[in-house]
């Protein structure tokens, strides 16, 4: 009877398990897709609380809470690098209804152990799917969902409709709220609060993060009185508040700063309530009382040594903090408060005021130029007023200064450039104490162009370019002023005082001064005014990359300045509601306003046409044409109603545009329009270029049109056929004898045709190659590397008569089946595809002009190997009692290699049990991570079991048979990254009496990569021997190998870095792949026969100790894959030793060993060697810059490194990982000596 429904219970878990499966589905389905949200019109909401948040303009939602937490709960924990998960795709609402993706990762702000006490509060990162640029931060605790987005399209929230209410939810822009600034709001920090130990690191590379992210410990306190008013008085109440407060700190910081905070393990004693008394009480008015309160607070009950930054949340409205106290070791660093007054602790509160404080607290002080009575004037700040008025970014004070200064009522969420650069100043100063992750993000680029000078009252334009390294199309552009002035209203301006505000990031690289609707309704904006008076304008180009947790940014400066004589340029005709006519001719008219003499010394404009009021501007109705103040224009064909003219200042940035719109009709009498379509024509010389001239008519013209060319090239000939042409029609255009004209050479000439009284003239140009693009160089994967990742960007050399690229990607040598093609302007490609490991390919690119294709280049390399080892457990058999338990039965495996794991399967599971449904399997890892292999009992009374896990099997196990791998219940690549060294454990849970077995084997299959093995056909090998003065020792005839003895080696070649700047990927992949044999990397070059200057190739290799070079592989000699048989001359390169070249070319290969000990054999002999003993030489010891030359400077590396211990350091010339006395001694004894010229640096 036990065993019948025991096997009923079974039946009906599987239809559980299965259910639960197809749960997880549609979970992931009503996730990807926003199932969870329900828009739902306001008059509906059944609501709950109090509203807090009143936006001008917002959509409403319900949300099934509950079933999105649970489905929430698959998201991955965020890691980054060769680690970073699969995200999981999340869908959330968007203000105009619609729905938006992003790649989700659980993030935690809070410490893991602090996580592990309080799990009902959860918070996630994502970065936009639908559009790139967003960054994305979440939370779940007792107070519902928040979202904060961030990105091209500016800010949204997502909130709670009311205090309490879970399941209604406001969505709106940021934009379109405005919060209540009348209650007593104000920041209190002024420059006199620095901290006495507060040292920035000026010379700090500012705004480049350099793919790392900085972890600061964070004890934000909450005051009784915050806790009772906005967190229901309770201690889970107000650590779930400051979980709020930090997510969305971290939205900003991450992106603008690279920094995250976390919360300290012990935050919950420092949320205070009516029980939880602070050991000193927070003032309810005063914020300078509050931050000593805090200080002390936080010392007691956190320790001064257990964080680096302290903040209070009190009710006193506003806020106050000491400058630059992150990481300060005198009493300061928890001196920062932000109090709510009137406010909720909604998105304005925590961004106008918390991450305003919090920013002082890493060094940035105000933005705002006001110097208004009340707030602003005595907070005002001279070295770093950059914004006008009351400015606009974190660091302002948006709408707090009144009498008409105010930019806007709230803070936008990104950082002044300026600010940002304080901000890295401290953190690369004094406040450094943070915690490092290096995320693997590559900084973008960006250049700001040129500088201008203009005339003044004039608007202008600016348009920078810039490079996202990572391809991620995700940087967004924002152009700030720098500049410092006295301080006062922002429509009154004076000397050096800012005038142009900062605007929220954008895709866009281009930005108008001022904008476009105060120049196209002629009005001025607050915080937007041209400059009337002769004066300089620097301006900041900043790009952000976005990058979800660690964003990376750049900036450019450049300086516009405003001539006080010149302007404005305006342009006077059409300035009126006119009307015009296709095919018209009338004159754009503009008042020069001296633009055309020094210093502006513009001679020529551009004229455009808009026919939408301005908001593009496609046609260009006349090119490069003098800047005289007036120009014929012919009306084309392009009806509106709402036409405008641009005079553009050619070579530079100034323009203005026609006041009014103005209308363009059809024409009422009858006349043509010849429009040479293809303008510019490519020609590879000596060969023609060829156009088409298009005639039209309009009401009615019928006149023949003939056609005639001027200002030709010299030795040019213009021919038309036909000629003449009655519209509407067309001739070809040919200009012939073009072999004269130099390569790239830009000609233009005017085509006129003319018909009855009507004649037409338009400007074209030829652009001529001379010549097909030569071979290039392929750069990466450079020919022979063999430890290639499986998605690689592929680069290579430019050229520069080339108009573009072709690239091609095969599996075979003669490139029979290509797997990715593409024709690119750019010099480097990605292809999307994942590569098989341990594979050789074959890469081509040729460069491609007007004259053909150049010659392709090809490289082979092969991709890295993923190498597998089974271990198989000796803690077996175990016995597994009939007795039921929640105590596991624990099998170990002991690994005792390390390597970075990159697969994990559990193989060779058998044993016998007489109800094999009873049993749960586990794998437990060394750091504690359990993966659950096995959860449900389905198998019922299967008696015997031999199966093993993987996640790439076919489906998970079935009954019968119970042996294959199959799919585990949880993912294994969850212990991917980790380590493998270490106690593994396999767990066996078998909870029910009755039935028993013995678990009588397991093992483990662990995956790492290495360097591949694949053979690329024969390679050139060259045998080389070669000692190093410093580390050989005379009585054992071998060098050391402390370096390797002590892991000290890096596991990549190590010589990036100048001077040589060598791009090569040697790698292996630990520590302990280097033989136990190894004194130091080396670099092996060959070089022209011909011209010993002339580098052939080069490749990073080991010195064994007893002197022989060899490969990555062990094996003796260097193996340069696709380097012809021939004659060479080798060089021998080593960090801290004169290099050496043979002395005479050498026919490679030769299967002789080219011995570098012998004088004979290098260019120079013994002079060029140290005498180590009898007849044997070595390398000079001593050149620690690697130059050639042993100089005052190598004694500079040597002193920077001195008294270094247990390292790699330049400065170890002996290399027994310590800079000590002897290695000045090897310096000493060798200064002043020279390598061969040919091959210094």
Same mark, same amino acid.
């Given at each position: 009877?036990?065993?019948?429904?025991?096997?009923?219970?079974?039946?009906?878990?599987?239809?559980?398990?299965?259910?639960?499966?197809?749960?997880?589905?549609?979970?992931?389905?009503?996730?990807?897709?926003?199932?969870?949200?329900?828009?739902?019109?306001?008059?509906?909401?059944?609501?709950?609380?109090?509203?807090?948040?009143?936006?001008?303009?917002?959509?409403?939602?319900?949300?099934?809470?509950?079933?999105?937490?649970?489905?929430?709960?698959?998201?991955?924990?965020?890691?980054?690098?060769?680690?970073?998960?699969?995200?999981?795709?999340?869908?959330?609402?968007?203000?105009?209804?619609?729905?938006?993706?992003?790649?989700?990762?659980?993030?935690?702000?809070?410490?893991?152990?602090?996580?592990?006490?309080?799990?009902?509060?959860?918070?996630?990162?994502?970065?936009?799917?639908?559009?790139?640029?967003?960054?994305?931060?979440?939370?779940?605790?007792?107070?519902?969902?928040?979202?904060?987005?961030?990105?091209?399209?500016?800010?949204?929230?997502?909130?709670?409709?009311?205090?309490?209410?879970?399941?209604?939810?406001?969505?709106?822009?940021?934009?379109?709220?405005?919060?209540?600034?009348?209650?007593?709001?104000?920041?209190?920090?002024?420059?006199?609060?620095?901290?006495?130990?507060?040292?920035?690191?000026?010379?700090?590379?500012?705004?480049?993060?350099?793919?790392?992210?900085?972890?600061?410990?964070?004890?934000?306190?909450?005051?009784?009185?915050?806790?009772?008013?906005?967190?229901?008085?309770?201690?889970?109440?107000?650590?779930?508040?400051?979980?709020?407060?930090?997510?969305?700190?971290?939205?900003?910081?991450?992106?603008?700063?690279?920094?995250?905070?976390?919360?300290?393990?012990?935050?919950?004693?420092?949320?205070?309530?009516?029980?939880?008394?602070?050991?000193?009480?927070?003032?309810?008015?005063?914020?300078?009382?509050?931050?000593?309160?805090?200080?002390?607070?936080?010392?007691?009950?956190?320790?001064?040594?257990?964080?680096?930054?302290?903040?209070?949340?009190?009710?006193?409205?506003?806020?106050?903090?000491?400058?630059?106290?992150?990481?300060?070791?005198?009493?300061?660093?928890?001196?920062?408060?932000?109090?709510?007054?009137?406010?909720?602790?909604?998105?304005?509160?925590?961004?106008?005021?918390?991450?305003?404080?919090?920013?002082?607290?890493?060094?940035?002080?105000?933005?705002?130029?006001?110097?208004?009575?009340?707030?602003?004037?005595?907070?005002?700040?001279?070295?770093?007023?950059?914004?006008?008025?009351?400015?606009?970014?974190?660091?302002?004070?948006?709408?707090?200064?009144?009498?008409?200064?105010?930019?806007?009522?709230?803070?936008?969420?990104?950082?002044?450039?300026?600010?940002?650069?304080?901000?890295?100043?401290?953190?690369?100063?004094?406040?450094?104490?943070?915690?490092?992750?290096?995320?693997?993000?590559?900084?973008?680029?960006?250049?700001?162009?040129?500088?201008?000078?203009?005339?003044?009252?004039?608007?202008?334009?600016?348009?920078?370019?810039?490079?996202?390294?990572?391809?991620?199309?995700?940087?967004?552009?924002?152009?700030?002023?720098?500049?410092?002035?006295?301080?006062?209203?922002?429509?009154?301006?004076?000397?050096?005082?800012?005038?142009?505000?900062?605007?929220?990031?954008?895709?866009?690289?281009?930005?108008?001064?001022?904008?476009?609707?105060?120049?196209?309704?002629?009005?001025?904006?607050?915080?937007?005014?041209?400059?009337?008076?002769?004066?300089?304008?620097?301006?900041?180009?900043?790009?952000?990359?976005?990058?979800?947790?660690?964003?990376?940014?750049?900036?450019?400066?450049?300086?516009?300045?405003?001539?006080?004589?010149?302007?404005?340029?305006?342009?006077?005709?059409?300035?009126?509601?006119?009307?015009?006519?296709?095919?018209?001719?009338?004159?754009?008219?503009?008042?020069?306003?001296?633009?055309?003499?020094?210093?502006?010394?513009?001679?020529?404009?551009?004229?455009?046409?808009?026919?939408?009021?301005?908001?593009?501007?496609?046609?260009?109705?006349?090119?490069?044409?003098?800047?005289?103040?007036?120009?014929?224009?012919?009306?084309?064909?392009?009806?509106?109603?709402?036409?405008?003219?641009?005079?553009?200042?050619?070579?530079?940035?100034?323009?203005?545009?026609?006041?009014?719109?103005?209308?363009?009709?059809?024409?009422?009498?009858?006349?043509?329009?010849?429009?040479?379509?293809?303008?510019?024509?490519?020609?590879?010389?000596?060969?023609?270029?060829?156009?088409?001239?298009?005639?039209?008519?309009?009401?009615?013209?019928?006149?023949?049109?003939?056609?005639?060319?001027?200002?030709?090239?010299?030795?040019?000939?213009?021919?038309?056929?036909?000629?003449?042409?009655?519209?509407?029609?067309?001739?070809?255009?040919?200009?012939?004898?073009?072999?004269?004209?130099?390569?790239?050479?830009?000609?233009?000439?005017?085509?006129?045709?003319?018909?009855?009284?009507?004649?037409?003239?338009?400007?074209?140009?030829?652009?001529?190659?001379?010549?097909?693009?030569?071979?290039?160089?392929?750069?990466?994967?450079?020919?022979?590397?063999?430890?290639?990742?499986?998605?690689?960007?592929?680069?290579?050399?430019?050229?520069?008569?080339?108009?573009?690229?072709?690239?091609?990607?095969?599996?075979?040598?003669?490139?029979?089946?290509?797997?990715?093609?593409?024709?690119?302007?750019?010099?480097?490609?990605?292809?999307?595809?994942?590569?098989?490991?341990?594979?050789?390919?074959?890469?081509?690119?040729?460069?491609?002009?007007?004259?053909?294709?150049?010659?392709?280049?090809?490289?082979?390399?092969?991709?890295?190997?993923?190498?597998?080892?089974?271990?198989?457990?000796?803690?077996?058999?175990?016995?597994?009692?009939?007795?039921?338990?929640?105590?596991?039965?624990?099998?170990?495996?002991?690994?005792?290699?390390?390597?970075?794991?990159?697969?994990?399967?559990?193989?060779?599971?058998?044993?016998?049990?007489?109800?094999?449904?009873?049993?749960?399997?586990?794998?437990?890892?060394?750091?504690?991570?359990?993966?659950?292999?096995?959860?449900?009992?389905?198998?019922?009374?299967?008696?015997?079991?031999?199966?093993?896990?993987?996640?790439?099997?076919?489906?998970?196990?079935?009954?019968?048979?119970?042996?294959?791998?199959?799919?585990?219940?949880?993912?294994?690549?969850?212990?991917?990254?980790?380590?493998?060294?270490?106690?593994?454990?396999?767990?066996?849970?078998?909870?029910?009496?009755?039935?028993?077995?013995?678990?009588?084997?397991?093992?483990?299959?662990?995956?790492?990569?290495?360097?591949?093995?694949?053979?690329?056909?024969?390679?050139?090998?060259?045998?080389?021997?070669?000692?190093?003065?410093?580390?050989?020792?005379?009585?054992?005839?071998?060098?050391?190998?402390?370096?390797?003895?002590?892991?000290?080696?890096?596991?990549?070649?190590?010589?990036?870095?100048?001077?040589?700047?060598?791009?090569?990927?040697?790698? &292996? $992949?630990? +520590? @302990?792949? *280097?033989?136990?044999?190894? !004194?130091?990397?080396?670099?092996?070059?060959?070089? %022209? /026969?011909?011209?010993?200057?002339?580098?052939?190739?080069?490749?990073?290799?080991?010195?064994?100790?007893?002197?022989?070079?060899?490969?990555?592989?062990?094996?003796?000699?260097?193996?340069?894959?696709?380097?012809?048989?021939?004659?060479?001359?080798?060089?021998?390169?080593?960090?801290?030793?004169?290099?050496?070249?043979?002395?005479?070319? &050498? $026919?490679? +290969? @030769?299967? *002789?060993?080219?011995?570098? !000990?012998?004088?004979?054999?290098?260019?120079?002999? %013994? /002079?060029?060697?140290?005498?180590?003993?009898?007849?044997?030489?070595?390398?000079?010891?001593?050149?620690?810059?690697?130059?050639?030359?042993?100089?005052?400077?190598?004694?500079?590396?040597?002193?920077?490194?001195?008294?270094?211990?247990?390292?790699?350091?330049?400065?170890?010339?002996?290399?027994?990982?310590?800079?000590?006395?002897?290695?000045?001694?090897?310096? @000493?004894?060798?200064?002043?000596?020279?390598?061969?010229?040919?091959?210094?640096?």
């Amino acid at each position: 009877m036990y065993k019948k429904t025991t096997f009923v219970l079974r039946a009906l878990l599987f239809v559980v398990f299965t259910s639960l499966n197809i749960l997880a589905q549609t979970n992931s389905v009503q996730l990807a897709t926003g199932g969870y949200w329900q828009a739902t019109p306001e008059n509906q909401l059944v609501r709950k609380g109090i509203r807090d948040l009143y936006p001008q303009a917002y959509q409403t939602y319900t949300l099934r809470l509950q079933q999105f937490t649970k489905a929430l709960s698959a998201a991955p924990l965020q890691a980054y690098g060769a680690n970073r998960p699969n995200p999981l795709t999340v869908a959330l609402p968007m203000p105009d209804g619609s729905m938006q993706r992003y790649a989700l990762v659980e993030s935690p702000v809070m410490h893991p152990d602090l996580a592990a006490r309080f799990p009902e509060n959860k918070t996630w990162t994502g970065q936009g799917i639908d559009d790139p640029t967003a960054t994305m931060r979440c939370s779940i605790t007792q107070f519902g969902f928040r979202a904060m987005i961030i990105g091209n399209q500016g800010t949204i929230y997502i909130d709670p409709y009311g205090v309490g209410d879970l399941h209604n939810y406001i969505v709106f822009n940021k934009a379109d709220f405005y919060a209540n600034n009348d209650l007593g709001y104000s920041c209190e920090t002024n420059d006199s609060h620095f901290a006495d130990d507060y040292h920035p690191n000026t010379e700090t590379p500012a705004y480049r993060s350099n793919g790392v992210l900085r972890t600061y410990r964070a004890a934000f306190a909450c005051s009784k009185e915050f806790t009772n008013t906005h967190c229901g008085g309770t201690q889970s109440g107000g650590l779930a508040k400051v979980v709020e407060v930090i997510n969305r700190l971290n939205t900003i910081y991450e992106r603008d700063l690279s920094i995250h905070l976390e919360m300290v393990a012990n935050s919950i004693d420092i949320v205070y309530t009516n029980t939880n008394t602070p050991p000193v009480a927070y003032s309810t008015s005063d914020h300078s009382a509050n931050n000593d309160a805090n200080q002390t607070n936080v010392d007691t009950d956190i320790g001064s040594a257990n964080y680096d930054v302290g903040h209070a949340l009190t009710t006193v409205g506003g806020g106050l903090a000491w400058l630059g106290v992150f990481c300060n070791g005198n009493d300061l660093k928890a001196k920062g408060t932000s109090g709510t007054g009137g406010w909720s602790t909604g998105d304005p509160f925590m961004v106008d005021i918390v991450s305003h404080e919090v920013g002082h607290m890493l060094g940035a002080g105000h933005t705002f130029n006001s110097n208004a009575a009340g707030n602003c004037g005595p907070n005002r700040s001279e070295t770093t007023a950059w914004e006008p008025g009351s400015g606009s970014t974190p660091m302002s004070y948006s709408g707090l200064c009144g009498g008409g200064h105010d930019i806007q009522s709230n803070s936008d969420d990104y950082f002044h450039s300026g600010s940002i650069n304080q901000i890295l100043n401290t953190i690369n100063g004094s406040g450094g104490c943070a915690s490092f992750t290096n995320v693997g993000n590559a900084d973008p680029t960006c250049e700001a162009g040129p500088n201008y000078t203009i005339p003044k009252s004039t608007p202008f334009m600016l348009t920078g370019t810039s490079n996202d390294i990572n391809g991620n199309g995700s940087l967004t552009h924002c152009w700030e002023e720098l500049d410092l002035g006295p301080g006062g209203h922002p429509n009154s301006p004076v000397g050096q005082a800012p005038i142009f505000r900062s605007f929220y990031p954008t895709a866009s690289k281009t930005r108008v001064f001022p904008k476009w609707s105060d120049i196209l309704n002629n009005t001025q904006t607050t915080g937007e005014i041209m400059a009337s008076y002769g004066r300089t304008i620097s301006l900041n180009f900043f790009v952000r990359d976005n990058f979800a947790g660690c964003g990376g940014a750049d900036v450019d400066n450049m300086v516009v300045t405003v001539d006080d004589v010149a302007g404005p340029f305006v342009v006077t005709a059409p300035n009126t509601a006119v009307t015009w006519e296709i095919g018209q001719t009338q004159n754009v008219t503009w008042n020069v306003a001296g633009t055309t003499a020094a210093p502006v010394s513009c001679a020529n404009v551009d004229i455009y046409l808009s026919t939408n009021g301005g908001t593009e501007w496609p046609m260009l109705l006349a090119s490069n044409v003098p800047n005289d103040g007036t120009h014929p224009i012919v009306v084309p064909n392009a009806i509106t109603t709402q036409a405008r003219v641009m005079v553009k200042g050619r070579g530079n940035i100034f323009f203005d545009v026609s006041n009014v719109n103005f209308t363009i009709n059809a024409s009422s009498v009858p006349t043509y329009l010849m429009e040479v379509a293809n303008d510019t024509v490519n020609v590879c010389a000596p060969s023609d270029g060829t156009f088409t001239v298009n005639l039209t008519s309009f009401t009615g013209f019928n006149s023949p049109v003939t056609l005639s060319a001027s200002g030709n090239p010299p030795g040019t000939v213009v021919t038309f056929s036909p000629n003449p042409v009655t519209p509407t029609g067309s001739s070809t255009m040919t200009i012939s004898n073009t072999g004269g004209l130099a390569d790239k050479s830009i000609h233009s000439f005017t085509v006129s045709g003319t018909g009855g009284s009507i004649t037409r003239t338009q400007s074209v140009a030829i652009q001529v190659s001379q010549g097909a693009v030569p071979e290039l160089t392929a750069t990466y994967p450079n020919d022979g590397n063999n430890n290639v990742p499986l998605a690689p960007t592929f680069s290579w050399t430019s050229s520069a008569n080339a108009l573009s690229y072709d690239f091609q990607l095969a599996t075979d040598a003669i490139f029979a089946n290509i797997i990715a093609s593409t024709n690119t302007t750019a010099t480097s490609y990605n292809t999307g595809l994942t590569l098989t490991p341990n594979t050789v390919y074959y890469w081509r690119v040729r460069g491609n002009n007007y004259c053909g294709n150049g010659p392709y280049t090809d490289a082979a390399f092969a991709t890295y190997q993923v190498i597998c080892q089974t271990f198989n457990s000796t803690d077996v058999p175990k016995n597994i009692p009939t007795t039921g338990s929640n105590t596991p039965i624990n099998s170990t495996l002991n690994i005792g290699s390390s390597f970075t794991l990159t697969d994990v399967n559990v193989v060779n599971i058998a044993g016998t049990h007489t109800f094999y449904g009873d049993m749960t399997m586990r794998l437990k890892h060394p750091d504690g991570t359990v993966i659950v292999l096995s959860d449900v009992s389905f198998c019922e009374a299967q008696d015997n079991f031999g199966l093993g896990y993987d996640d790439e099997a076919a489906s998970p196990p079935p009954c019968v048979p119970l042996t294959g791998l199959y799919t585990p219940f949880d993912p294994l690549s969850d212990l991917d990254g980790k380590t493998s060294i270490g106690n593994w454990t396999f767990q066996i849970y078998d909870f029910y009496n009755g039935d028993g077995g013995t678990l009588t084997a397991w093992g483990l299959e662990l995956c790492y990569t290495a360097p591949s093995n694949q053979d690329f056909g024969t390679a050139l090998v060259v045998q080389i021997k070669a000692l190093l003065q410093g580390p050989y020792n005379t009585g054992t005839d071998v060098m050391s190998t402390a370096l390797r003895a002590a892991n000290l080696l890096p596991i990549s070649q190590p010589f990036n870095g100048l001077p040589w700047a060598y791009v090569g990927t040697e790698s &292996v $992949a630990s +520590p @302990n792949d *280097i033989p136990a044999n190894i !004194t130091d990397w080396v670099i092996i070059e060959l070089r %022209a /026969a011909g011209n010993k200057n002339t580098l052939v190739t080069r490749k990073a290799c080991w010195l064994r100790s007893d002197g022989m070079v060899v490969d990555l592989d062990g094996t003796p000699g260097v193996k340069f894959s696709g380097t012809p048989p021939g004659n060479y001359y080798v060089v021998v390169r080593d960090r801290t030793h004169l290099d050496a070249i043979s002395a005479n070319a &050498v $026919a490679l +290969p @030769n299967g *002789i060993t080219l011995d570098f !000990t012998n004088p004979a054999n290098v260019s120079g002999g %013994a /002079a060029q060697l140290g005498l180590l003993e009898g007849a044997t030489y070595g390398l000079l010891c001593g050149d620690y810059d690697g130059n050639g030359k042993i100089t005052i400077a190598d004694f500079n590396k040597y002193n920077a490194d001195a008294s270094k211990l247990n390292g790699y350091y330049p400065g170890d010339g002996n290399l027994d990982k310590n800079v000590t006395i002897t290695d000045f001694n090897l310096y @000493n004894a060798n200064a002043s000596k020279l390598g061969v010229i040919e091959i210094q640096y």
